[in-house]
């Protein structure tokens, strides 16, 4: 079955091809063009702006995809479209371009939710780490942290997901992405900071880990970034205008590894917690924090000592993309007429 998934969401405008057999996906193109550098200067995303983009940029991005897949239209066997929480004028523009298309070519549509494609990016086949069996996976804690959603979840098959706990105010991308802008760090900051700490003294800054120890699955992140914020005051740098005193370098990457420190500590900690109450067969991990490369690692090592599998997407498949929203459609095949999707941009679980 070969299915075209499109993703819209935010800033990115995303074209997927993806062929499954029973329980195995594997991806032929999944071409994904960003305005983020339209973005930086604003240090965050103008939705106004980036659905005037995506308009620009959804057929030229669809054409390639299906060139490089060497596949026409006529070949899909379905349109998978992300109609879901996201920004509206973003939304708009997939869900209006699959909904065209599905009615022109007669093709089955499947909407999908944003958040539980991300979950998906983790069934596509990657070479050298094969995807279990369902029998041997679910149940299943999963991890979604992006730049809007922190949620802990609970799979117990595909499409059988329970909330745990989400966040009561900032996302884990989003506390990464303000702490960067205080710090001078360019959207999307996640990968910066990570790069800095890695060479952060780990004991000059020791940031608060809100609602670790309380006995919730709910996350809290916006503390952290008040913290941060104070701590720049008192090193008497501006964290509203950091390029006018900017902060030696090395203060930086402290403050980097201190902030990182904390939101993985928390991250990491909780859905260990949450694996063994519900004795879970494995832990997935998805979304653009995802990427984080000392967060996986540390994920690495808990998930060993507890001889659990631990299935993480490549890093490019982290970030969003449609081919994660192809992989959710495959794996949940449920079309709907045309005439009944419209753009979500609060859908939750
Ligand atoms: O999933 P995503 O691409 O978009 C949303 O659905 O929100 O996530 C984007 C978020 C941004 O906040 C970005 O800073 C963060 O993911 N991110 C990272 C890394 N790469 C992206 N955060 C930490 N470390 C990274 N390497
Ligand atoms: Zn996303």
């Known amino acids: 079955m070969l299915i075209l998934g ?40 103008i939705p106004e702006n980036a659905a005037r983009e995506q308009v620009k940029y959804m057929l030229p991005v669809m054409q390639e995809a299906l060139k490089q897949a060497e596949k026409t239209l006529e070949d899909i066997d ?6 879901g ?17 599905a009615y022109v070519l007669g093709k089955p549509i499947i909407p999908v939710n944003h958040m539980v494609g991300h979950i998906y990016a983790n069934f596509i086949i990657q070479v050298d780490s094969p ?27 595909h499409g059988d997901f329970t909330l745990l706990g989400g966040t009561r105010d900032d996302a884990a991308g989003e506390a990464y992405d303000k702490i960067g802008r205080m710090l001078s760090i360019a959207y999307p900051a996640g990968p910066e900071i990570d790069r800095r700490a890695q060479t952060g003294d780990p004991k000059r800054f020791r940031f608060p880990r809100p609602l670790l ?30 390029t006018e005193k900017p902060l030696p370098n090395q203060t930086i990457n402290d403050i980097c590894r201190g902030a990182q420190d904390a939101i993985r500590e928390v991250l990491v900690k909780k859905t260990i917690r949450a694996a063994k109450e519900h004795n879970a067969k494995a832990i997935l991990l998805s979304g653009g924090v995802a990427a984080n490369q000392t967060l996986r690692d540390e994920f690495m090592t808990r998930a060993k000592e507890l001889e659990l599998p631990l299935i993480v997407p490549p890093r490019s ?33």
Not at 134 to 140: G, K, R, V
Request: charged letters at 15%; glycine letters at 8%.
């Open 6 to 45: 499109i993703e819209t969401s935010c800033d990115e405008t995303s074209v997927a091809l993806i062929e499954g057999h029973e329980n195995e996906l594997r991806l032929l193109t999944n071409v994904v063009a960003s305005s983020l550098a339209m973005h930086v200067p604003t240090g965050g995303i």
């Open 78 to 83: 379905g349109i998978a479209v992300t109609y």
């Open 85 to 101: 929480p996201g920004l509206i004028g973003s939304l708009l523009v997939g869900v209006e371009t699959a909904k065209t298309l």
């Open 131 to 157: 995807i279990p069996s369902p029998q041997s996976l679910f149940p299943s804690i999963v991890l979604v942290v992006s730049g809007g959603h922190t949620d802990l979840l609970l799979m117990k098959a």
């Open 213 to 242: 120890h309380e006995d919730t699955y709910e996350f809290s992140f916006s503390g952290l970034k008040t913290a941060v914020l104070r701590e720049i005051l008192k090193l008497g740098a501006d964290p509203i205008k950091p």
């Open 317 to 349: 498949l982290c970030t969003d993309n449609a081919a994660m929203i192809a992989s959710a459609a495959y794996f949940n095949f449920k079309p709907v007429p045309w005439e009944v999707i419209t753009a979500d941009p609060e859908l939750y679980f």
